[in-house]
């Protein structure tokens, strides 16, 4: 089977990270530890993740004409991604992402989208001018809903899959779900979509019954240590994900949502995929920052990690 390529439209940014004892409350400074930075935002770890893992993978995004800009679209080339697609902003900067992370390897982030936001329907209409079946689009929240809503619909109408990541968290108007094949919200993002608090399995299934009923055909929630629930049309299953300790979370469903579009993409059935999706994000998690956090396919095989 002809491996399918993986499109994914999303946002740039550069991560400031502190590593701190705890994430301060309103008011609070807190005495921090190890700074970095690090070449982050939603659609560039997916994209990162996807090459990694062994995915076909071409980048639309939007970044600033200044050195973050630069040195990400550097990075992107050296990771074999397609960049034919990466627009560049003389006016707006790039977007920045400032981080903290705690001694449990959770996190607090405040994102500033710049050039992000800029990214408009005309910027990635050429881009999507050959889609068809032959395509996986993967989509997610740090760049205009309105572009989100005409890549969704373009792809649908074209026959390729659409994975969409509903983060960070928001309502999302029934008219662009209809476009989606397999959304991949978290807890919160199902609770917020829902209407459901999602507390544990139970909830969960609720959340994402009511979630399929404003028109997504498949639902996975991931739910951190607990692994993923998927309600592929109407049968659910639970898929665990391994027991690790977690450093931090930053860009685990990141990872999750481009190994998730490479199994799909080598023709592997949804709850094969989500499971391969559990194992690399819990590699992710083990390690600090965004794209540093990202596992390598050998990694995943010498973990004898079924793929």
Same mark, same amino acid.
């Given at each position: 089977m002809e491996?399918?390529? !993986? !499109?994914? %439209?999303?946002? @740039?940014?550069?991560d400031m990270v502190v590593k701190t004892s705890h994430i301060p409350e309103p008011g609070e400074t807190v005495l921090g530890g190890t +700074? +970095?930075?690090?070449?982050?935002g939603k659609g560039a770890n997916q994209a990162v993740a996807v090459a990694r893992l062994g995915g076909d993978v071409i980048f639309i995004s939007k970044m600033g004409n200044d050195v973050f800009g630069?040195?990400?679209s550097r990075l992107y080339d050296e990771e074999g991604i397609d960049t034919s697609f990466l627009l560049s902003d003389d006016e707006l900067p790039s977007g920045v992402a400032l981080i903290t992370v705690d001694e449990e390897g959770e996190n607090s982030i405040v994102v500033a989208p710049g050039a992000n936001a800029a990214l408009g329907t005309s910027e990635v209409e050429a881009a999507l001018k050959d889609i068809s079946e032959k395509h996986i689009v993967l989509l997610q929240l740090e760049i205009p809903l309105g572009t989100v809503h005409f890549v969704a619909q373009q792809a649908a109408r074209n026959k390729a899959r659409v994975i969409l990541n509903p983060a960070p968290a928001a309502t999302l108007p029934p008219d662009l779900l209809q476009y989606v094949d397999v959304l991949t919200p978290n807890e919160t993002e199902a609770s917020i979509l829902s209407g459901i608090k999602v507390i544990n399995l139970e909830t969960a299934k609720q959340a994402a019954q009511a979630i399929r009923q404003l028109g997504v055909t498949n639902v996975v929630i991931t739910m951190g240590e607990s692994g993923a629930l998927l309600l592929e049309d109407t049968i659910f299953h639970v898929v665990p994900t391994p027991s690790v300790q977690p450093v931090d @979370? @930053? #860009? #685990?469903?990141? %990872? +999750?949502?481009g190994a998730l579009a490479v199994a799909l993409s080598e023709g592997k059935t949804l709850a094969a995929a989500v499971g391969f999706a559990c194992e690399a994000a819990s590699v992710s998690v083990t390690r600090m920052g965004a794209q540093s956090s990202i596992p390598y396919r050998n990694e995943l095989i010498a973990r004898k990690v079924s793929i």
């Open positions: 491996m399918k390529k !993986i !499109i994914v %439209v999303g946002s @740039t940014n550069m +700074f +970095f930075m690090n070449p982050g630069k040195q990400s @979370t @930053t #860009a #685990a469903g990141d %990872v +999750f949502n």
